[in-house]
């Protein structure tokens, strides 16, 4: 059972940027308006991240570490369609405190004192302590009983790369809030709140900025550069459904080229941002471990619309 326990955590929480994707969507569903997130040592020695929204109260702040413990989700719920928050399984903090330390303090602005909770394996202990309103969560020393685990880890320098970007994304898509990433005690990202070419600006550099046009089609918003600001890869492409920054199906990448018509180069790619919105009973996050691939009931439609508000945007912005 030990092992199996161990296994099960090992797929939620497989590396330090599936650790920080789970506490930054936290901080997201509880409505935080500012997101700090802190990595030592490549995420293995320590992952923090800090918010200020809603905490969670000193009555179940004890549970957030068990298994399937989720307040996202109604006892009733017979599915996960339809769900708004970016968590719904129960199983982020539980994996945290199987594979490392676990340490969350949180306060809810209208309770008086803050609590707080270590969790390692099964252990479980909660204390009073004082903090501002909002939660913490630390991940300490991650997979250190865990060789195998830590052994086919990628290097440092290579999780860092990946936590920035992970964290650029996050920026692009979330712009109205604060963000800050500290890397070894070295700020590497900050952001302050602003628009969606604010947040270009923030993670590429107001070059980049001022070459892109906002788009606000149907369901579609966000900005798309100037033709000529392009790249051979499409890593520079951002699709968010929902507010989930997810990994676009192909199909919508390609939408998004098709909007530029001849505009674009063959085999060049734009940068875009494009927050895409569906009714919450046409998509499914639920397709895999790490929630980074929707499944969409319309994907021609919403294909369509994207391609659509694309084209809007360059034809009323003629070179
Ligand atoms: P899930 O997000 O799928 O519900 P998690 O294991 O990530 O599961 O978190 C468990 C529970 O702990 C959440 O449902 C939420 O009630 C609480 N929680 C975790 N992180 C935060 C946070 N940053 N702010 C407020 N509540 C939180
Ligand atoms: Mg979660």
Redesign the pocket.
Known sequence: AHVARLIAAGEVVSRPLDVVR?LV???L??GATRVDVEVDGGGLRLVRVR?N????PAGSVGL?PLRH????LSPQASSVDGVTTL????????AAAQAGELHVV?RPAAQVGACEVLAQGEGVQVARASAPAG?T?TVRNLFARLPGRLRTQAPAASEVREVTALLGRYVLHHPGLHWRLTVDGEVRLTHAPSDHRGAVASVYGPLSANRVLAVSGEGVRGVVSRPELTRARRDRMHISVNGRPVLAPPELERAVIEGYGELLPAGVAPLCVLDVTVAPEDHNPNVHPAKQVVALADLPGVAARVRAAVAATLSAHPL
């Open positions: 789970e969507d936290n901080a569903d509880a918010d929204g809603a905490g969670i957030a413990a989720t307040s996202k968590g719904f399984r129960g199983e982020a903090l539980w949180s939660t969560v």
